[in-house]
C-alpha cells in the first residue's frame, strides 16, 4: 500500500493517487527570478492532499532548508504573527507550529497564498510571518492527532494522521 507521503511529490506540480492523479490543494506561481541561496532562502508553493490515511501539508522552498521547529503549541496557547507576538487567526483547536530558518525576507519572492482552506484533519494553514531569517506556518487541527515531520533537501512535509 502506497503511503500519503510517497504520494506527494517534492516539486508540488503533481500528486498521484492510486491509479490516477490529483492537483494539490493550492500551488503559488514559480518566482520571478532565480534566487540566490547565498542570500537566504524562500518559499516556492505550500499545498496539501488528504487520504484516508491523513493529510500531507508540504512546503517547497528553493534552497535546502533547515527546519528549527515543527510541534503543537501548549493547551491554551494561540497562533501569533512572528516578531510583533500579535495573534493569528487559525480555524482549529489545536495548531501545529512550523519554523524554518535562513529564510530571506528582503528577497522574498512568494507570490502564493498565506491562508489555505484545509481538508479532512486539517482545517487551515496560515502563514504567520517572516521574521529576523525565520519563516512560521501554522497548520490548523480538528483536534490534537498524532503527526510526523519529514525534511527532504527543499521540502519538508508535515503529515496529519487522521485517527
Known amino acids: 500500500m502506497t503511503s500519503l507521503l510517497s504520494r506527494l511529490t517534492v516539486g508540488g506540480v503533481l500528486i498521484a493517487a492510486l491509479g490516477g492523479a490529483i492537483a494539490p490543494a493550492a500551488v503559488a506561481a514559480p518566482a520571478p527570478a532565480a534566487v540566490d541561496c ?5 518559499l516556492k508553493n505550500a499545498f496539501h492532499s488528504a487520504d484516508k490515511a491523513g493529510v500531507g501539508v508540504v512546503f517547497n522552498y528553493h534552497c535546502k532548508i533547515s527546519v528549527r521547529d515543527v510541534s ?6 494561540k497562533p501569533y504573527q512572528d516578531g510583533s507576538g500579535d495573534p ?6 489545536a495548531f501545529i507550529r512550523v519554523v524554518v530558518d535562513g529564510y530571506n525576507w528582503i528577497g522574498d519572492t512568494y507570490t502564493g497564498p498565506t491562508r ?3 481538508e479532512g484533519a486539517v482545517t487551515e494553514i496560515v502563514h504567520g510571518g517572516n521574521f529576523e531569517g525565520q519563516s512560521l ?16 533537501g527543499k521540502s519538508v512535509t508535515v503529515t496529519v494522521k487522521a485517527a
Open 88 to 93: 493569528v487567526k487559525v480555524k482549529g483547536k
Open 137 to 152: 506556518w501554522w497548520i490548523g487541527v480538528d483536534k490534537k492527532r498524532p503527526f510526523t515531520k519529514t525534511v527532504s
Open 116 to 118: 489555505i482552506a484545509g
Open 72 to 77: 503543537y503549541l501548549n493547551p491554551g496557547e
Open 38 to 42: 547565498a542570500e537566504g532562502n524562500v
